[in-house]
């Protein structure tokens, strides 16, 4: 059984930074792929970025250049740090971790506003 928590969401004015982190627990997972979507209401679920095993990454056009996803392996996180942050970034945020089939995390509130 996967199981991730997300954490790090708030209330961000355009322009700022947040940091999500999403801790998975089980055995074994660093070999998988993880990552970030993100969802706002009447709309999918759509990709945020991905990081492989081996640290290669995968970024909608959206956030390229503003923000990064990493991973610390021997802890079972995965990173993402979102900076030059829009109001269109506001979104609940879905940490997934793909192993044969995707699980997904709770999800996490961020909100960019003035």
């Known amino acids: 059984q996967v199981q991730l928590v997300e954490s790090g969401g708030g209330l961000v004015q355009p322009g700022g930074s947040l940091r999500l982190s999403c801790a998975a627990s089980?055995?074994?997972?660093?070999?998988?792929?993880m990552g970030w979507y993100r969802q706002t209401p009447g709309k999918q679920r759509e990709l945020v970025a991905t990081?492989?095993?081996?640290?290669?990454?995968d970024y909608a056009d959206s956030v390229k250049g503003r923000f990064t996803i990493s991973r610390d392996s021997a802890k079972n996180t995965v990173y993402l740090q979102m900076n030059s942050l829009k109001p269109e970034d506001t979104a609940v945020y879905y940490c997934?971790?793909?192993?044969?089939?995707?699980?997904w995390g709770q999800g996490t509130q961020v909100t960019v506003s003035s």
């Open positions: 997934m971790l793909r192993r044969g089939i995707r699980y």
């Open positions: 089980g055995s074994g997972l660093s070999i998988y792929t």
């Open positions: 990081i492989a095993s081996g640290g290669s990454t």
